[in-house]
């Protein structure tokens, strides 16, 4: 991988323009900019290999793309041609910019932990496609999901011929479909499903549920939802049903009072953390989490950072308002649930000689938890290397804000997907801030040089796009996704995959 400096003057007038007489200006050096080269030919955001690809699974991820029409109309007539799958099922549907995929595992697990037959249903997933669909305490088994995926192909087509269908479903619909047959056929009772995307138009909106839940509203995907966080706020309150109860996160101020109206004009029960929960700390790593219930003691997240614990005490509540409707979700699991939950790629620590953190964090919101969880760590802190990736539409310099003074070195990489930003702009975009940054393409290059300069006894963190995320966790695990096989790997982390303590 031979270094190459990035020049100050590309033929694009975007890369770096400015970057250092603004650093100049500001009586700093301009931090070191260097771009490595990596190998690897991409399309379409992935590594391109010739063998091992699943051709199912191809036509699967083929079904994603910018030309499809966003709405509810197909998710709808999908789920009438499979004969209403989610009937006879508890739903319990989760929105929200951060902490709607933790939410909902946490409350799965407390109802696996009361003895309740439940499903999730998650996304994006990290590495495999079958990580979105648990059924109990499991994973769907990856001959089942094919299964389901092929009898679902056949299903779809033959609707299509019979104009049933308006278009043909979806990657995110034919995962939603996926989850009802699973949940059905395991005669599951619960199903926690996660919104993929705002709320309103989501596949998973098509479903009344038992509650609804929307954890926090930020400024996320605004050219999809909007740019305000009115406007965004409006999308996520798009799953509030008549008559069903919605329990809203720690939000306050604008987007609370749209939900609130929403609310009132859809007569649907509004539960508001902010006024419902009280947090305390119980020392060491326990806190009291106090609710119109009562008062759970000893609750200790499985899921490290202070963040989680919000997400723990919203997952208790929903199981309080669900046991109020009549499911079997007696006080006592709350706390083993919040314990049991592995959330992959959530702050999430693997192996040593360095170790690596990997944290879903894709936003503002969540770099700031992030930047929060690392602040607080035990002095002396280890030498820390950040392996950086951003997708389009995410600002590279607000990202690294709240990371800044906390790493001592970042490696700009290239998220395995079709929208990932260019690792020289990002790294271009870094070059103001008082830390050497370095741009390498190539993901498993990337790692590489990050475990080189963080050395045997630091810490690498993974940040900034959960398929960065996915991309190193199955490049230090050994794992592979059917539909993503890798043309090189870096070795596996030989020390065992514990989470953070």
């Known amino acids: ?16 323009r400015g970057a250092e007489p603004a650093a100049r200006d500001a009586g700093q050096a301009p931090a070191p900019v260097v771009e490595r080269a990596g190998a690897g030919r991409r399309r379409g955001g992935c590594r391109v290999t010739s063998s091992h690809r699943d051709p199912l699974i191809d036509w699967l991820y083929g079904l994603r793309g910018p030309s499809l029409k966003w709405d509810l109309d197909t998710a709808a007539a999908f789920r009438e041609v499979l004969g209403y799958p989610d009937r006879g099922l508890a739903v319990v549907h989760v929105a929200g910019t951060n902490g709607k995929g933790s939410v909902a595992a946490m409350l799965h697990a407390i109802a696996i932990e009361a003895g309740l037959d439940a499903g999730l249903f998650s996304s994006p997933h990290l590495v495999r496609p079958e990580e979105r669909i648990r059924v109990g305490r499991d994973e769907i088994d990856p001959a089942t999901f094919r299964s389901l995926i092929g009898e ?16 043909h479903p979806s990657f995110f619909e034919m995962m939603t479909a996926a989850a009802w047959l699973a949940f059905s056929r395991s005669r599951m009772r619960l199903g926690v499903f996660e919104a993929g995307l705002g709320g309103r138009l989501d596949a998973t909106n098509v479903m009344t549920p038992m509650l609804a839940v929307i954890t926090t509203i930020s400024r996320d995907h ?12 409006k999308e996520k309150a798009g799953i509030v049903k008549p008559g069903v109860p919605v329990l809203l996160g720690f939000v306050s101020g604008e987007v609370r009072e749209v939900v609130r109206r929403v609310a009132r004009r859809r007569g ?5 953390a902010a006024r419902e929960i009280e947090i305390r700390p119980a020392g060491g790593q326990a806190w009291e989490i106090g609710t119109p219930e009562g008062v759970h003691r000893g609750i200790v997240p499985a899921l490290p950072g202070e963040h989680q614990v919000r997400n723990a005490a919203l997952a ?7 046991r109020s409707r009549g499911l079997p979700l007696p006080a006592e699991a709350a706390a083993r649930g919040v314990a049991a939950v592995r959330w992959p790629g959530r702050l999430e620590r693997l192996g040593t000689g360095p170790s690596f953190l990997l944290d879903a964090a894709h936003n503002e919101e969540g770099a700031a938890a992030l930047g929060t969880f690392l602040g607080r760590a035990a002095a002396p802190r280890p030498r820390r290397v950040l392996l950086f990736g951003l997708t389009e539409g995410r600002d590279a310099a607000a990202m690294f804000a709240p990371l800044e003074g906390l790493v001592d070195g970042v490696i700009v990489t290239r998220p395995p997907v079709k929208r990932a930003q260019p690792p020289w702009r990002v790294a271009r975009s870094l070059s103001r801030r008082r830390v050497a940054v370095e741009a390498i393409p190539e993901v498993s290059h990337a790692l590489v040089r990050a475990r080189e300069l963080a050395g045997p006894r630091g810490e690498v963190v993974v940040a900034g796009s959960l398929y960065l995320v996915g991309e190193v966790r199955a490049l230090l695990t050994g794992e592979s996704g059917p539909g993503q096989p890798r043309s090189e790997r870096v070795p596996p982390i030989a020390a065992s995959r514990r989470p953070v303590a």
């Open 222 to 233: 605004v050219k999809t939802l909007g740019g305000s966080p009115a406007a965004i706020a």
């Open 316 to 322: 208790i509540r929903a199981s309080e308002i669900l």
């Open 152 to 167: 679902l192909r056949e299903i779809a087509a033959r609707a299509l011929e019979e104009r049933r269908l308006p278009r």
């Open 1 to 16: 991988m031979p270094a190459i400096r990035v020049p100050s003057r590309a033929r694009d007038g975007r890369h770096g």
């Open 268 to 272: 649907a029960p509004l539960h508001e």
